[in-house]
């Protein structure tokens, strides 16, 4: 189907690659979003070489490498500073064809939002129902005000107000059991090798540094904690430093660096997999479609698997809207639900669910090969729709 109209609600990462997607084949589109400012929430991601994929595919793969980190390995470290796992991940590459971009969040939505277009992007439009006919579909906003067009995404994130107008229903959000802290420092020596990913982990905790660019690390702190604490953002650092008292002096080293005000601090959640990621003329994306924990790093890549699938069957099938999201549906449940679960499992472990397994786990990094850890994330990265 050609020049169809599309209206996306959610001006994130997985809004802003379907707006890029559905206008290179020709389609306008009209992107929603409720902030006054766009400012994502989490100072960095992992995407890792599916994600990049589908940026290339749109003729943004020199774009993505110019602000994204240069990863090279690894490493694993105990609390005590012991060497655990160290996996050179020159391997990957070489297997996948692409290699993953560690990059600020920022700076991923601000190339987005320039490729799509920043003059079709209406910020302050809270979208508060769609609705849908045999001939089009239309959002309505806080204000009173409609936007119509042929097909409405939903990319508004865990929140969703499309998801419970496809479902029918509201989900409710799954506490994963951990407070996650993140942010950007500069990238000196005493903190972390330039090129390496450090993941230090015990006491079912972790602290990890990954390059992004710019000469900077992406940080996060992750601990298991009960949902509903909050700790004022001049009292992040003093509070990390409780938390990971003794351990190595890199990870002293950067609570001592980090700048408290800038962190984010955030109660992670994810939702049961929906029943369905599409009604009619109306699809779901992204968090609003599969919202997980990042322990697999699968975020934003999936909303941007999801972002190329998409636009392949509207353009690609010419019956319906309806039948064209019907095939997307059925190319992305079972591939988005798997990861959920997935992550929602290496979750548990990583934070102490059940301290048996964590300590397993432990013990098993010091004796997984790097072919075992390569093979492992080959296998998440090649089941993307672009190999």
Known sequence: MYGLKAIVIGAGIGGLTTGIALKQIGYEVEIY????????????????????????????????????????RMEYRSHRDEALNK?????????????????????????????FGPEHVHLQMKCTAVTQDENSA????????????????????????VRQYVLGETLSLRYAGY???NGLVPATP??????????????GKRASMMPVAGDRFYYFFGVPMPLGTATPPEDRQKELAQHFVD????????IETLDPTASNRLEISDIDPPAHLAKGRIALLGDAAHATTPTLGQ??????????VLARFLVSTNISVADALARYEKARKSRTADLVHKARKRTDTIYGKDEAVTKDWYAQLQHEQPESVIAALEKIISGGPLG
């Open 33 to 72: 979003d409720r902030v006054s400012e766009l400012r994502p929430a989490g100072a960095g991601i992992s995407l890792w070489s599916n994600g990049v994929k589908v940026l290339n595919q749109l003729g943004l793969g020199d774009e993505m490498a110019a602000i994204g980190g240069q990863m090279n």
């Open 87 to 115: 996996v050179d991940l020159q391997p990957l590459f070489e297997k996948v064809g692409q290699r993953p971009y560690p990059v600020a969040r920022t700076d991923l939505q601000q190339m987005l939002l320039e490729a």
């Open 138 to 161: 239309t959002a309505t906003f806080a204000d009173g005000s409609t936007a119509t067009g042929d097909v409405i995404v939903g990319a508004d994130g865990i929140h969703s107000v």
């Open 179 to 181: 407070v996650n802290w």
């Open 190 to 203: 005493n903190l972390c090798e330039a090129d390496n990913w450090v993941l230090y982990v015990g006491e």
């Open 247 to 254: 351990w190595p002096d890199a990870v002293q080293a950067l």
């Open 299 to 308: 975020g934003g890549c999936q909303a941007m698997e999801d972002a190329a």
